[in-house]
């Protein structure tokens, strides 16, 4: 199974500041995220940062993050409400989509339940964690967990699919 590196990980956790913070092309903002990145995986890594996406290549994979949902994401998945906040892509094989939701996380929680349910997903867990809620849910080709938090009048998903294992 592949897994990517610590140095591809730390370049993955960069990104979203980079991109929230609007590089936009050929700016010297995007010349200092390429090189941040760049030093985080040890010069070993591929950077492109446009307005829209930040892509990184290395021998590990390559992920690409973004504002909208990536090119890949898996179809038969239902996406929460919401405004998406980032959107990750490794591969093909891991998704992770942050999204600003309205409602409470008890509401917002309850309506995902409801889009997997709906969506052919079995909710095999639920719990209550620091206020908010997190759901894992199991589908034919895909495993989804979705944790809804709640702070300063703002409701936020964290919303991570992976292929199913076996």
């Known amino acids: 199974m592949w ?6 990980v730390g370049a993955v956790l960069l990104v ?22 760049e030093d985080a995986t040890g010069g070993r890594a591929d950077v ?5 996406e930040v892509t990184v290549e290395s021998e590990d994979g390559t992920v690409t993050m973004g504002k ?6 898996p179809a038969g998945v239902p996406v929460p409400e919401g405004e998406v906040q980032s959107a990750t892509s490794l591969q093909g094989r891991g998704w992770a989509v942050t999204l ?4 409470n996380a008890a509401s917002v929680a309850a309506a995902i339940r409801k889009q ?10 639920e719990d209550e ?5 997190m759901l894992i849910a199991i ?7 979705a944790s809804v938090s709640a702070a300063s009048g703002v409701t936020g998903v964290v919303y991570t699919v992976a292929p199913k294992q076996g």
């Open 116 to 125: 997997l349910t709906d969506g052919g997903f079995e909710v095999n867990r």
């Open 129 to 133: 964690v620091a206020g908010g809620r």
């Open 100 to 103: 600003k939701a309205e409602g």
């Open 3 to 8: 897994r990517p590196s610590a140095r591809l």
């Open 16 to 37: 979203p500041g980079l991109v929230l913070a609007g590089c936009a092309e050929g700016s010297s903002q995007e010349q200092v995220a390429e090189k941040a990145i």
């Open 68 to 73: 909208d949902l990536p090119d890949d994401f």
């Open 48 to 52: 492109d940062v446009d307005a829209e």
């Open 139 to 145: 589908g034919e080709h895909h495993q989804v967990t």
